[in-house]
């Protein structure tokens, strides 16, 4: 159990270290940054960090594809906003994922950053856990 709060420490301080200025960060939302731009930055095939199997495919369709050991998993809707499951900030950008059928109960997850410096990483923190989900591109 403490292993894995070091980790997970090591992680973030690492995540931090690469972030820069540019991030889009749950602290706050940069100015030059717009929605239309990070959904343009996070178009194309992004690969888990610590699960090269598992892998999504944003598409300019605002499709999400998710794969699984080269198999398609699940197709989702995906949208980038200020507000998901009744949480709005003019400070924070959500990655919100739902299936056409359970558009009103969608997945949400926090934006810490997409591709800040052109570090090729896309990364992610769930609102429910506080969990930090990190992929890069191939």
């Known amino acids: 159990m403490m292993i ?4 997970h420490v090591k992680l973030l301080l690492t995540l931090l270290m690469f972030s820069g200025g540019c991030c889009h960060s749950q602290n706050r939302k940069p100015e030059n940054d717009t929605i239309a ?3 343009e930055e996070i178009q194309g095939s992004w690969i888990m960090k610590n699960d090269a199997t598992s892998k999504l495919i944003f598409g300019e369709n605002g ?3 998710e794969y699984a050991d080269g198999e398609l998993i699940s197709t989702k809707n995906y949208d980038i906003t200020t507000s998901c499951n009744g949480e709005t900030s003019n400070n924070t950008y959500f990655l919100k994922t739902f299936a056409e059928e359970e558009e009103d109960n969608p ?13 090729h990483i896309l990364s992610l923190m769930t609102t429910n856990q506080g969990k930090i989900i990190v992929y890069e591109r191939p």
């Open 107 to 119: 997945s949400c997850a926090y934006i810490e950053g997409i591709n800040c410096d052109n570090n």
């Open 4 to 7: 894995d709060k070091i980790l």
């Open 37 to 39: 731009q990070m959904k």
């Open 63 to 65: 499709q999400v594809k």
